[in-house]
Nanobody, 123 residues
């Protein structure tokens, strides 16, 4: 098991940027593929981006490509999501998740979740 704590959310104007962080407890962080998901009110939780164990491979939902960047620092047990050119439709609670089995876009593939951080983009 790994414990995950997100931070960095907030209120930003459209076109602005935010950097989310997800700090993991434990000494096995580098064993986990990591991902970011988001959930807007009344909507299903959706995939945003994922990164493999050593950071050499990433995957993005199409609408986030070119705007969002996922990265990780295994020495700091932290995964990041840099979000640029934010849009009002990016407003959601953002969650990080850990998966021992590798890159995935499926919510069901992730057994470890943080509590989420709210991102609100005003128009």
């Amino acid at each position: 098991q790994v414990q995950l704590v997100e931070s960095g959310g907030g209120l930003v104007q459209a076109g602005g940027s935010l950097r989310l962080s997800c700090a993991a407890s434990g000494r096995t962080f580098s064993s986990y593929a990591m991902a970011w998901f988001r959930q807007a009110p009344g909507k299903e939780r959706e995939f945003v981006a994922a990164i493999n164990r050593n950071g050499g491979r990433t995957d993005y939902e199409d609408s986030m490509k070119g705007r969002f960047t996922i990265s990780r620092d295994n020495g700091k047990n932290t995964v990041y999501l840099q979000m640029n050119s934010l849009k009002p439709e990016d407003t959601a609670v953002y969650y990080c998740a850990a998966n021992l089995f590798g890159l995935s876009r499926a919510v069901a593939a992730f057994g470890n979740w943080g509590q989420g951080t709210q991102v609100t983009v005003s128009s």
